[in-house]
C-alpha cells in the first residue's frame, strides 16, 4: 500500500456509502498507511528512545477523527490515531518522551495538487485546498515542537498546524499561516486534550 494508492483512493471513494464498497479494501486501504503504520513506528521509535530518555513522537491525523469528512472508514482511522498519540503517551510519560497528535489544515499534497487544485475546477472542495498548507508546513511545526524543551506540557494532545505555527511564529512558503479552527471545534479538542491527560489515567479508569 503507497501514499499516492492511499490517496487516489480516499479521493475516488469521498462520500461513498460504507455499505456500498467493499469493507476489508475499504477498510485497509484508509487505515494500513495511516493508523496500523503510525503505531507499527511508534512501537521501533520507542525502543529506541526509551532507554534515551527523551524523544519525540508525532502521530498525523486530521479533523477527520472529530467528526465525517470523506467516509467512514476514514474517520475510523483518523480517530484512533488521536487515541494512539493519546495512549502511548500514558505509556511514555515516565520516559520523558513527547507523543502528540498532529492536525494539519487541508495540505496540497502531490495528489491534491494534481487531482483536485489543476484538474478539479467544478470539484466542490477545490476552494479548501487553494487556500491550503504545503506539505512542508507539518514539517516546521515538528521541528518547532522539538526544539521546544517544554515539549512534555503537549503529551497525549491533539495540536494542530494552526496552533503550533502561531506560538512558533511559523509562516508557509507563501507567507501565510493555517486558519485557526472554529470555535466549536476547538472546544472539541480542548475538551478532548483535558479527559485524555496522561496524568489523569488512572482516575479517568474510575469512571
Known sequence: MTLHFFGCYILNNT???????????????????GLRNHYICSTYAAR?????KNGLIVTVSSSGGMAYLFNTA???GKSGCDRLAADIAVDLCEANITSLSLWPGPVKTEIIHKRI??????????????????????????VALASDPKQMQYNGQILTTADIGRKYNLFDDDKTQPKEMAPRFREFIDCLNKIRNPADYRENAKI
Open 74 to 76: 476514514y474517520g475510523i
Open 48 to 52: 529506541l528512545m526509551v532507554p534515551r
Open 117 to 142: 487544485i489543476i484538474g478539479g475546477e467544478s470539484n466542490p472542495i477545490k476552494g479548501v485546498f487553494d487556500a491550503g498548507e504545503t506539505i512542508e508546513y507539518s514539517g516546521k511545526c515538528v
Open 15 to 33: 462520500r461513498q456509502k460504507f455499505y456500498d464498497l467493499d469493507p476489508v479494501e475499504s477498510f485497509d486501504s484508509a487505515n494500513n498507511v
